[in-house]
Nanobody, 116 residues
Framework: QVQLVESGGGLVQPGGSLRLSCAVS????????MGWYRQAPGKQRELVAT???????NYAGFVKGRFTISRDNAKNTAYLQMSSLKPEDTAVYYC??????????WGQGTQVTVSS
């Protein structure tokens, strides 16, 4: 059984920063890709950033250099460093991983609220 647990969300003022973490645990043989998605109220879940084990990184256009995804493979953990946060970044942020060749592993989500 594989579990993903996110942490690091919270309330931050516009222009502030947060770092999200996603730890994968369980029966892990390989983690091909890890990524971050977000879902704002009334909107569909959307891609934020992904990172493969081969070092391929992909960002959504709205990131525009403000967010950085990284991975600590020894800890089976991915991070999302977010800077210059805007109110429109407010959403539940979800971690996703491709583990042991299977897609569809999701965390429970962590709330990020950007407000003054």
């Amino acid at each position: 059984q594989v579990q993903l647990v996110e942490s690091g969300g919270g309330l931050v003022q516009p222009g502030g920063s947060l770092r999200l973490s996603c730890a994968v645990s369980g029966s892990i043989f390989s983690i091909y890709a890890m990524g971050w998605y977000r879902q704002a109220p009334g909107k569909q879940r959307e891609l934020v950033a992904t990172s493969t084990s081969g070092g391929i990184i992909n960002y959504a256009g709205f990131v525009k250099g403000r967010f950085t995804i990284s991975r600590d493979n020894a800890k089976n953990t991915a991070y999302l460093q977010m800077s210059s946060l805007k109110p429109e970044d407010t959403a539940v942020y979800y971690c996703n991983a491709v583990v042991n060749g299977r897609q569809g592993y999701w965390g429970q989500g962590t709330q990020v609220t950007v407000s003054s």
